[in-house]
């Protein structure tokens, strides 16, 4: 079993900037895949990013490519989710979930575990 707990989600003006943390613990050596999701309210839960726990290989979903970085700390056993030139549009609850699977996944299906989920709010 694996636990995420996210933090560092607040409200922001637009153009702004926040890092968001995902600390794991438990089973965290057999961990293959981490990724970000979001939620905005009324909406599917839709993929942001996805890291191997190696750091090998790394995806973006079109709308945050460029503006948002995904990175992790092994010895920490912790995946950021650095986010710049924030949008109203990226005001959602933001999840950290895990996987052993070898694929990365962009489904919310391909992953077993989740944390809690952070709220973002971008202000216009």
């Known amino acids: 079993q694996v636990q995420l707990v996210e933090s560092g989600g607040g409200l922001v003006q637009a153009g702004g900037s926040l890092r968001l943390s995902c600390a794991a613990s438990?089973?965290?050596?057999?961990?293959?895949?981490m990724a970000w999701f979001r939620q905005a309210p009324g909406k599917e839960r839709e993929f942001v990013a996805a890291?191997?726990?190696?750091?090998?290989?790394?995806y973006y979903a079109d709308s945050v490519k460029g503006r948002f970085t995904i990175a992790r700390d092994n010895a920490k056993n912790t995946v950021y989710l650095q986010m710049n030139s924030l949008k109203p549009e990226d005001t959602a609850v933001y999840f950290c979930?895990?996987?052993?699977?070898?694929?990365?996944?962009?489904?919310?299906?391909?992953?077993?575990?989740w944390g809690q989920g952070t709220q973002v709010t971008v202000s216009s």
């Open positions: 979930a895990a996987d052993y699977a070898l694929k990365i996944a962009t489904a919310t299906n391909g992953y077993d575990y």
């Open positions: 438990g089973r965290t050596a057999s961990i293959y895949t």
């Open positions: 890291i191997r726990w190696s750091g090998s290989s790394i």
